[in-house]
T-cell receptor, first 115, second 110 residues
Framework: EPEVTQTPSHQVTQMGQEVILRCVPISNHLYFYWYRQILGQKVEFLVSFYNNEISEKSEIFDDQFSVERPDGSNFTLKIRSTKLEDSAMYFC?????????????FGPGTRLTVT | LAKTTQPISMDSYEGQEVNITCSHNNIATNDYITWYQQFPSQGPRFIIQGYKTKVTNEVASLFIPADRKSSTLSLPRVSLSDTAVYYCLVGEGDTDKLIFGTGTRLQVFP
């Protein structure tokens, strides 16, 4: 079964540093997402991406965040200057079609720890 | 997205059928009902999606009454590996983002 992969599995960084979280979505999927989950809390939507542009973003996704699909396979989330409160699990997800289907495939996540 | 309400936790024993009910009183005409499962430190996993009546797949069944103000996820003969958090989500056709609530933490005992 095809799956979404994410690297690294765990990233430790110092406050103020830039981090890039990487995802390889399922190859024939067209819609891509980032979510995060702070320890013990709900899964929160960050951003959706389609046709090489952001289609929707949440209030969390401020100017410190950016997404990119640089080469047609990878989908990245960049945090320019990390804060302590950015510590969370970050999940990438992909979807084959946006029409009346909510069957998003999630990756295993990257645990980001900001110290 | 329509708000959902589901029990915080449920306990069951191996081999039993588990039914988790979700309320979504404000569901709109074009909303679909979707259930996800999440194990600790893993990404959510799609279980089932429906619009009305009953949907069944190899993992679960989803029962939706005519008024669609609630839905019930039914897991037949649960095992220890079904211990997880189960999320009920209601989504509109014009947005594909998923809005997760706190879910129902199902604990299956031997």
């Amino acid at each position: 079964e095809p799956e979404v992969t994410q690297t690294p599995s765990h990233q430790v960084t110092q406050m103020g540093q830039e981090v890039i979280l990487r995802c390889v979505p399922i190859s024939n999927h067209l819609y891509f997402y980032w979510y995060r989950q702070i320890l013990g809390q709900k899964v929160e939507f960050l951003v959706s991406f389609y046709n090489n542009e952001i289609s929707e973003k949440s209030e969390i996704f401020d100017d410190q965040f950016s997404v990119e699909r640089p080469d047609g396979s990878n989908f990245t989330l960049k945090i320019r200057s990390t804060k302590l409160e950015d510590s969370a699990m970050y999940f990438c997800a992909s979807l084959t079609s946006g029409s009346s289907s909510y069957e998003q495939y999630f990756g295993p996540g990257t645990r980001l720890t900001v110290t | 997205l329509a708000k959902t309400t589901q029990p915080i936790s449920m306990d069951s024993y191996e081999g039993q059928e588990v039914n988790i009910t979700c309320s979504h009183n404000n569901i709109a005409t074009n909303d679909y009902i979707t259930w996800y499962q999440q194990f600790p430190s893993q990404g959510p996993r799609f279980i089932i999606q429906g619009y009305k009546t009953k949907v069944t797949n190899e993992v679960a069944s989803l029962f939706i009454p005519a008024d669609r103000k609630s839905s019930t996820l039914s897991l037949p003969r649960v095992s220890l590996s079904d211990t997880a958090v189960y999320y009920c989500l209601v989504g509109e056709g014009d947005t594909d983002k998923l809005i997760f609530g706190t879910g129902t933490r199902l604990q299956v005992f031997p």
